[in-house]
């Protein structure tokens, strides 16, 4: 007979956190890991753009800074995410696209989580080179209703312009222009980047090719989650 007692917990799910630059593909792949393992994919990036859309007081703090390509102070970040980490959708494990993206937020996250602190936490880096960063930046496409993201050459919507699920017009991300993308970047190298090292020695860490196809990526991705490593 199954064991009934309350001390019989089901065993703690991963905390997946996705590292990588802007354009590497952390939000394709947090979305279909999320689908295959069951878990929430928590995007900070989503969650600020729904913030800006509903015009609450930290959407009106974070468009401006967002539109140039600048980090939104960590505080918010770390106020919003522990906030969503509570919920009891998170109790068996989440993935993390967006968050940390500096080590003042690791360090927050760390006060967050004690699963993840007690070695459920996976931490895996996406590299893809600058140049294809900036194709894939500049090609991308947004769904402004329910942020679904397409790539004119690598990944077009069916119909031209218009969303699969939602049918609403594609808009570029204002972000997504040449002038905000290099800020993005220059704060990835200055700011998120130091996280490689800081989660080297703090987590089970691996660095995948996200140069690769997306189902190749995907393949790496559920290689290291599923076969435990
Ligand atoms: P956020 O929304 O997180 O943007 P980002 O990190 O700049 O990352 P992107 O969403 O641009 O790229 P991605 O890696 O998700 O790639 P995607 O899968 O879309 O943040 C936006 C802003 O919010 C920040 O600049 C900041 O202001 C603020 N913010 C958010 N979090 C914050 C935090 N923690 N602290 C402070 N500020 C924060 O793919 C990109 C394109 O490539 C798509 O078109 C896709 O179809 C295509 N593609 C994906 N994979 C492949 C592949 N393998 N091959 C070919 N094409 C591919
Ligand atoms: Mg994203």
Same mark, same amino acid.
């Given at each position: 007979?199954?064991?009934?007692?309350?001390?019989?917990?089901?065993?703690?799910?991963?905390?997946?956190?996705?590292?990588?630059?802007?354009?590497?593909?952390?939000?394709?792949?947090?979305?279909?890991?999320?689908?295959?393992?069951?878990?929430?994919?928590?995007?900070?990036?989503?969650?600020?753009?729904?913030?800006?859309?509903?015009?609450?007081?930290?959407?009106?703090?974070?468009?401006?800074?967002?539109?140039?390509? $600048?980090?939104?102070?960590? +505080? =918010? @970040?770390?106020?919003?995410? &522990?906030? !969503?980490?509570?919920? /009891?959708?998170? %109790?068996?494990?989440?993935?993390?696209?967006?968050?940390?993206?500096?080590?003042?937020?690791?360090?927050?996250?760390?006060?967050?989580?004690?699963?993840?602190?007690?070695?459920?936490?996976?931490?895996?880096?996406? $590299?893809?080179?600058?140049? +294809? =960063? @900036?194709?894939?930046?500049? &090609?991308? !496409?947004?769904?402004? /209703?329910?942020? %679904?993201?397409?790539?004119?050459?690598?990944?077009?919507?069916?119909?031209?312009?218009?969303?699969?699920?939602?049918?609403?017009?594609?808009?570029?991300?204002?972000?997504?222009?040449?002038?905000?993308?290099?800020?993005?970047?220059?704060?990835? +190298?200055?700011?998120?980047?130091?996280?490689?090292?800081?989660?080297?020695?703090?987590?089970?860490?691996?660095?995948?090719?996200?140069?690769?196809?997306?189902?190749?990526?995907?393949?790496?991705?559920?290689?290291?989650?599923?076969?435990?490593?």
């Amino acid at each position: 007979m199954a064991d009934a007692s309350p001390l019989a917990r089901p065993e703690p799910g991963p905390r997946v956190i996705l590292l990588g630059p802007p354009g590497a593909g952390k939000g394709t792949q947090a979305a279909r890991l999320a689908a295959r393992l069951g878990l929430p994919r928590i995007s900070t990036g989503d969650m600020l753009r729904e913030a800006i859309a509903a015009g609450t007081p930290l959407g009106s703090q974070a468009g401006p800074l967002m539109e140039r390509g $600048e980090l939104v102070p960590d +505080e =918010l @970040l770390i106020g919003i995410v &522990g906030e !969503r980490l509570r919920r /009891s959708d998170c %109790a068996a494990g989440f993935i993390l696209d967006g968050f940390p993206r500096t080590v003042r937020q690791a360090e927050g996250f760390a006060g967050m989580d004690e699963n993840a602190r007690a070695g459920r936490l996976v931490v895996v880096n996406v $590299e893809v080179p600058r140049a +294809e =960063l @900036l194709r894939r930046l500049s &090609g991308r !496409r947004w769904c402004p /209703s329910c942020q %679904a993201t397409y790539h004119v050459d690598n990944n077009p919507p069916r119909h031209d312009a218009l969303c699969d699920r939602e049918g609403a017009r594609l808009i570029q991300r204002e972000d997504d222009k040449e002038v905000a993308v290099a800020r993005r970047l220059a704060e990835y +190298e200055e700011r998120t980047a130091p996280l490689i090292d800081y989660y080297r020695t703090r987590s089970r860490f691996h660095t995948i090719d996200g140069y690769l196809a997306v189902d190749q990526v995907f393949g790496a991705l559920t290689g290291i989650l599923e076969g435990g490593q």
